[in-house]
Nanobody
Framework: VQLVESGGGLVQPGGSLRLSCQVSGFSLSSSRMDWVRQAPGKEVEWVSTILSTGDTLYADSAKGRFTIARDGAKNTLYLQLNGLKSEDTAMYYC?????RGQGTQVTVSS
């Protein structure tokens, strides 16, 4: 199992980013996948989930701003981040069960 995140960066408040998670070693479309994040000095926070059925779930902090999606043919999970706020600054990880990648840093600052 391998998960590799990318797409993070520095963005101004109100900006957008699309995070990607390239996976291998399992079927993305058959798996529940999560995005979680961790800000410095804080605990890991769940952000969003996509179930094997395609149903999606969002933390209150993400509802209306973030969108989780997957492309089974590309073995890639996505998280579209819109309307970013300074409090969204964190390392973002994709996760399957207890496995997660190395993360991609999102920094929201003017």
């Amino acid at each position: 199992v391998q998960l590799v995140e990318s797409g993070g960066g520095l963005v101004q408040p109100g900006g957008s980013l699309r995070l990607s998670c390239q996976v291998s070693g399992f079927s993305l479309s058959s798996s529940r996948m999560d995005w979680v994040r961790q800000a410095p000095g804080k605990e890991v926070e769940w952000v969003s989930t996509i179930l094997s059925t395609g149903d999606t779930l969002y933390a209150d902090s993400a509802k209306g701003r973030f969108t989780i999606a997957r492309d089974g043919a590309k073995n890639t999970l996505y998280l579209q981040l819109n309307g970013l706020k300074s409090e969204d600054t964190a390392m973002y990880y994709c996760r399957r069960l207890r496995d997660r990648g190395q993360g991609t840093q999102v920094t929201v600052s003017s």
